[in-house]
């Protein structure tokens, strides 16, 4: 047997109220005559730019907080990635070394 949905069944509206929802309305004669054209799109917008960055001033000391952590957050990471290089290249010396005595 399927599961009963415990849900409130929903009120059903007056065949009036959804004739004036479902009905045509007109627009304003004032929406009409304040349609702004339409705006033309920006190429330069996704294009690459080049030359110097766009802020000017010196960075407050919020930014330069946040600045020197993405730092410090990248340069452990990178740390972390050459180590597991580091140890993978070793496993691998040290078991061509292995194999090679253990053929003999």
Do not use: C, Q
């Amino acid at each position: 047997m399927a599961k009963k949905h415990r849900v409130r069944a929903r009120s059903r509206r007056a065949v009036e109220a959804s004739r004036r929802a479902s009905a045509v309305r007109a627009a304003p004669a004032e929406h009409e005559a304040t349609v702004r054209p339409v705006a033309t799109p920006r190429t330069s917008r996704y294009a690459s730019r080049t030359g110097t960055s766009r802020a000017v001033g010196a960075p407050s000391a919020g930014l330069e907080r946040a600045a020197a952590w993405e730092r410090g957050y990248v340069t452990k990471d990178f740390r972390r990635m050459a180590l597991v290089v580091v140890i993978a290249l070793a496993l691998l010396v040290a078991a061509g070394i292995v194999l090679n005595i253990l053929e003999r």
